[in-house]
């Protein structure tokens, strides 16, 4: 068990709807990043917030957005849903932002997004 | 930028036998952090091990260790004594301190097969 919790596991949806993934990182950590995996791209970064603040963004559509609210949990919001959006989306955690040495990143078990 | 490769194509080892999976980095930072995951088809991505690029000396972690040779920009993971629940997806990936983006970039993985 890695401590980062993402919720739901699993998720059907249809095209056009939209759905947020919730990601509780470990206790302590201040960052926050979200991944998509997919087979054709495989693990890509979308986001990445640091204490509450957007600190690098990747190759996030416009139709998803992210925050981390005060308890320093993060939600990913994905709009507009298309069959491509399909995917693996991993939350994952670490203790700071700036200082590597040691400071592995933690991820959460995924949530199964299929978009019907 | 930084780019993680992974050439080989699936691997197959004998059960209690070690096996060898490649890494290759490219970064023109000289401060960086090199990690190995492990993603078994439950898709969930397990920390395995991490080399800090200023590390004298080769990570290890039970029976995982990395080969960490810098110069040649390689990071090999050697499993000793594999067991059939190391079956999977391994992915390298790298993590450089630039400002404030320290993401992770993955490599595309290599599928290991370990034989009964």
């Known amino acids: 068990d890695s401590g980062v919790t993402q919720t739901p596991k699993h998720l059907i949806t249809a095209t056009g709807q939209r759905v947020t993934l919730r990601c509780s990182p470990r206790?302590?950590?201040?960052?926050v990043y979200w991944y998509q995996q997919s087979l054709d791209q495989g693990l890509q970064f979308l986001i990445q917030y640091y204490n509450g603040e957007e600190r690098a963004k990747g190759n996030i559509l416009e139709r998803f957005s992210a925050q981390q609210f005060p308890d320093l949990h993060s939600e990913l919001n994905l709009s507009s849903l298309e069959l491509g959006d399909s995917a693996l989306y991993f939350c994952?955690?670490?203790?700071?932002?700036?200082?590597?040495?040691?400071?592995?990143?933690?991820f959460g078990e995924g949530s199964w997004l299929t978009v019907v | 930028a930084q780019k993680i490769t992974q050439t080989q194509p699936g691997m197959f080892v004998q059960e209690k036998e070690a096996v060898t999976l490649d890494c290759t980095y490219d970064t023109s930072d000289p401060s960086y952090g090199l990690f190995w995951y492990k993603q078994p088809s439950s898709g969930e991505m397990i920390f395995l091990i991490y080399q800090g690029s200023y590390d004298q000396q080769n990570a290890t972690e039970g029976r995982y260790s990395l080969n960490f040779q810098k110069a040649r920009k390689s990071a090999n993971l050697v499993i000793s004594a594999s067991q059939l629940g190391d079956s999977a997806m391994y992915f390298c990936a790298m993590r450089v301190i630039a400002g404030a983006n320290s993401k992770l970039t993955f490599g595309k993985g290599i599928t290991l097969s370990v034989r009964p």
């Open positions: 994952a955690s670490s203790v700071a932002s700036d200082s590597f040495s040691g400071n592995t990143i933690y």
């Open positions: 206790s302590g950590d201040l960052s």
